[in-house]
């Protein structure tokens, strides 16, 4: 039986996973398959994998990042510390789930990082924030969350001034603001506090550029998008599914 793999999540018209994964199979000479499975709702999982018993790995994609936790048997250690799976190793019946997101995006950011960026904003609060932040701890990086609704740990959207964007020299956009097709929106931020000391970073990488990065881009700050990032973490899920199983490359 050949194995399947696959990539979970709502919209995945014009994900990056298939296309790459069935290039890294067809280059190795491997017999398998990957798959994109838009499930509307994560309570549909026990069905699709019911109804796939050859599926070995998955990619996990928002907004399932965090709810798919409760359906796993097993939890490598840093993705447990930080409370977002992205890629889970199938073997029988147990699923393990692991964050390659974390390594991918220190790798992607360290070297825009300068003496500058000694304290962050993360705008956004859901599964890819935690991942953002356990990686800023790592780094030694102080950061306040930006979230919509008042909590006594982070600023909301109205609390931001120019004077305390200037301050945050490391700005890293979670949110979905200005992904396609919709890519006319932008976190809600005083752009104008923004200058050439600072790094913006999306997660997104479609567009190549989205609003918020051509607004930074404009007050003269480095900017990165999230496409060497999403690579990294896609080597580093291969990696993980190739420890994991023999039939997969070595």
Not at 80 to 108: L, P
């Amino acid at each position: 039986m050949q194995p399947l793999y696959g990539l979970i999540g709502i919209t995945l018209t014009h994900s990056f996973s298939p296309a790459y994964f069935k290039k890294k199979f067809a280059e190795h000479n491997i017999d398998a398959f990957y798959e994109a499975f838009p499930i509307p709702y994560i309570r549909e999982l026990p069905d699709l994998l019911e109804n796939n018993p050859d599926m070995a790995g998955l990619n996990v994609t928002i907004p399932y990042k965090e709810a798919i936790i409760p359906y796993l048997d097993d939890i490598d250690p840093v993705a447990a510390q930080i409370g977002a799976v992205n890629c889970v190793v199938i073997k029988g019946n147990r699923k393990k789930g692991f964050n390659t997101d974390a390594i991918a995006f220190e790798k992607s950011l360290n070297p825009l990082l300068t003496p500058h960026h000694t304290q962050a904003l993360i705008l956004g609060t859901g599964g890819s924030s935690k991942t953002v932040a356990y990686v800023l701890e790592q780094l030694g990086i102080p950061y306040k969350k930006v979230s919509q609704t008042a909590k006594e740990d982070r600023y909301t959207y109205e609390q931001l001034t120019p004077e305390l964007i200037s301050q945050y020299k490391l700005i890293i956009n979670t949110t979905p603001l200005g992904m396609y097709p919709v890519m006319d929106e932008c976190p809600s931020i005083p752009y104008e506090g923004i200058g050439e000391h600072h790094v913006l970073y999306d997660l997104i990488y479609n567009p190549e550029e989205t609003k918020f990065l051509v607004q930074g881009k404009l007050k003269g700050a480095t900017i990165k998008n999230g496409f060497e990032m999403l690579q990294l973490q896609a080597e580093a899920s291969w990696d993980i599914w190739s420890a994991a199983n023999t039939e997969t490359p070595e």
